[in-house]
Antibody, heavy 119, light 106 residues
Framework: VQLVESGGGLVQPGGSLKLSCAAS????????IHWVRQASGKGLEWVGR??????????IYGASVKGRFTISRDDSKSTAYLQMNSLKIEDTAVYYC???????????WGQGTLVTVSS | SYELTQPSSVSVFPGQTARITCSGD??????ARWFQQKPGQAPVLIIF???ERPSGIPERFSGSSSGTTVTLTIRGAQVDDEADYYC?????????FGGGTKLTVL
């Protein structure tokens, strides 16, 4: 199982950024994908999740990003995305992609990508 | 809304037993998972369904549950176990991590 995040970088407050999570080594179409972030020196914060096609690709988001962030996926490319709009300084963090499945022990993470929101 | 509460820090000497708790109303009806995160690394699953251990995780790590509290126990803690530990639980509309516990093995 491998998850590789990309797309992080420096963006100004109010700007947008789109992160990607490229998956391999498992059946991507059957899994759920979460985005989790971690500000420097802080704990893990769950950002949101998208489930699989049989569950209508339903999404759910944490309160701090709801209405600004959107998660999507392209099963043909085994890739998930996190579109981040109206970025705030407090969105600065390492963003991790995480996959979970029906089995409780199926829970794997990428190495993360750093997003810095600053003027 | 639900939340999961963990102690901010726990300290033990090598060879001792470390216990880290996680409390929250959701735990009375949903399973918990535990993750270990070392500096500069991504979190790793060490316990799922309250007390099950994924393959490759040492037997000194165990989990238990009672009511609205789950506990991660590390028997014979080693210096290499020094890390941040996070609990996680999820229902249909509530998905969350605990605040994390820094384990120091002195």
């Amino acid at each position: 199982v491998q998850l590789v995040e990309s797309g992080g970088g420096l963006v100004q407050p109010g700007g947008s950024l789109k992160l990607s999570c490229a998956a391999s080594g498992f059946t991507f179409s059957g899994s759920a994908i979460h985005w989790v972030r971690q500000a420097s020196g802080k704990g893990l914060e769950w950002v949101g999740r998208i489930v699989n096609k049989p569950n209508n690709y339903a999404t759910i988001y944490g309160a701090s990003v709801k209405g600004r962030f959107t998660i999507s996926r392209d099963d043909s490319k085994s890739t998930a995305y996190l579109q981040m709009n109206s970025l705030k300084i407090e969105d600065t963090a390492v963003y991790y992609c995480r996959t979970t499945g029906t089995r409780g022990d199926f829970d794997f993470w990428g190495q993360g990508t750093l997003v810095t929101v600053s003027s | 809304s639900y939340e999961l509460t963990q102690p901010s820090s726990v300290s033990v000497f090598p060879g001792q037993t470390a216990r880290i708790t996680c409390s929250g109303d959701i735990l009375a009806r949903k399973y918990a998972r535990w993750f270990q995160q070392k500096p500069g690394q991504a979190p790793v699953l060490i316990i799922f369904e309250d007390s099950e251990r994924p393959s490759g995780i040492p037997e000194r790590f165990s989990g238990s549950s009672s009511g609205t509290t789950v506990t991660l126990t590390i028997r014979g803690a080693q210096v290499d176990d020094e890390a941040d530990y996070y609990c996680w639980s999820a229902s249909d509309n509530n998905l969350m991590f605990g605040g994390g516990t820094k384990l120091t093995v002195l």
